[in-house]
């Protein structure tokens, strides 16, 4: 019958689109996790960047006139300077992808009447990683190491004058006035090399992001596979007197890595900045020891006096029987301490953790006592 359409109409639906009980989960998706080789797309450590600074305004040309004072005198006022262009170093900018190739300062606006200066321009404020290196023409130009700390890469142009400025008693009613100055233009090239305390340096495969995933909240990826890392990975080690050791996992080096093989000096360079080292030699290897000679021979032949930075020995894979039959002829062949541990079961971590404050106490010391300031995180 027609009236049971109307009925059906009228009726209320089984399930409403918009009640929160029988509505679709509207929660936002989790980001999916980048793996280590999608990262190595993200992670940059050389960047060249063009920067301009930003144009003056020019300076206002205009006579001040109201009734009964028709011959008020010039009243232009100047023009605003143009903004400068600002690299600012931010420890949550990890890589130099962020950075684009082009930047440009904000213009001083034109100077009004009534001597009415022109608003400056805008700075331009360019975000870096900390430990950035600011070349030009070859020649470092700048050093950013510590979080906020600034670097002026190109200024902005001075702002012309208006002819209120050019007034004078031999020339009452001037009609010249000065277009603004342009900024400055520079092209620097930009290196990232990581600032950490201490760096996890060793040979493929050798358990360095392992060790790091252990003392740290850091999560670099680990796989039975040599190069596993790619990119630098930075994780904190925390004290409960709220100091703060940031240690580095450097990627795996190889022989001849000074002469450009395998990932070579594009991550040599991250050692430089740390300030002690923690070499990771495979314990199950025969003959451990000839990684620790061939690692201190590559970082020698990097950069003379590197591999004399105070340093520790760190025995991975004691859980392997082959590594406790390796440990006493280490310790044999190596003048420096050695600690043997598992990354992978956590034996003997809390020994490497108190060797490693030490190693940062003294560091802090140190620095101290030659009037610099330790960096801190």
């Not at 027609?2 to 509207?26: E, I, M």
């Not at 990683?129 to 200024?155: I, R, S």
């Not at 950490?196 to 990826?221: D, Q, Y």
């Amino acid at each position: 019958a027609p009236w049971k359409h109307v009925l059906l109409l009228l009726s209320p639906p089984a399930f409403s689109t918009t009640c929160a009980r029988y509505g679709k989960d509207r929660r936002l998706r989790q980001k999916r996790a980048i793996s280590e080789r999608q990262l190595t797309r993200y992670f940059v450590d050389h960047r060249k960047v063009r920067v301009v600074g930003g144009q003056g305004g020019a300076g206002g040309y205009s006579f001040y006139s109201e009734p009964r004072k028709i011959f008020g005198g010039p009243d232009g006022g100047n023009g605003g300077d143009g903004g400068h262009v600002i690299l600012k170093a931010d420890r949550q900018t990890k890589s130099l992808s962020s950075v684009l190739p082009f930047y440009q300062g904000c213009h001083g606006e034109k100077g009004g009447r009534k001597n009415c200066y022109g608003a400056n321009g805008a700075y331009v404020y360019v975000k870096v990683p900390v430990g950035t290196l600011v070349k030009e023409d070859g020649e470092v130009v700048a050093d950013l190491t510590q979080h906020g700390e600034e670097y002026v890469a190109a200024y902005g142009g001075a702002g012309g004058k208006g002819n209120r400025f050019f007034l004078s008693n031999e020339n009452r009613s001037p009609t010249l006035f000065t277009p603004g100055e342009p900024g400055q233009e520079r092209v620097l090239h930009l290196e990232l090399k990581t600032t950490a305390h201490a760096g996890l340096v060793g040979f493929p495969n050798a358990g360095k992001s392992s060790l790091l995933r252990a003392i740290s909240r850091a999560k670099p990826a680990v796989a039975a596979y040599p190069f596993t890392t790619l990119n630098p990975h930075v994780g904190i080690v925390h004290y409960q007197d709220y100091e703060q050791v940031a240690v580095a996992d450097i990627p795996g080096l190889i022989k001849g890595a000074h002469q450009n093989r395998g990932l070579g000096v594009t991550f040599l360079k991250h050692i430089e900045r740390c300030r002690f080292l923690l070499y990771v030699v495979d314990l199950s290897v025969p003959q451990p020891w000839v990684q620790l000679q061939d690692l201190k021979y590559e970082l020698e032949q990097y950069d003379r006096g590197l591999s004399e930075r105070p340093c520790v020995v760190i025995g991975n894979k004691i859980d392997l029987a082959e590594s406790r039959m390796n440990l006493p002829l280490l310790r044999e062949q190596v003048a420096e301490r050695v600690i043997a541990l598992s990354a992978l079961t956590g034996d003997n971590l809390e020994e490497l953790l108190w060797h490693l404050r030490e190693l940062y106490d003294t560091y802090v010391k140190t620095e101290q006592s030659q009037g610099q300031r330790p960096v801190k995180w």
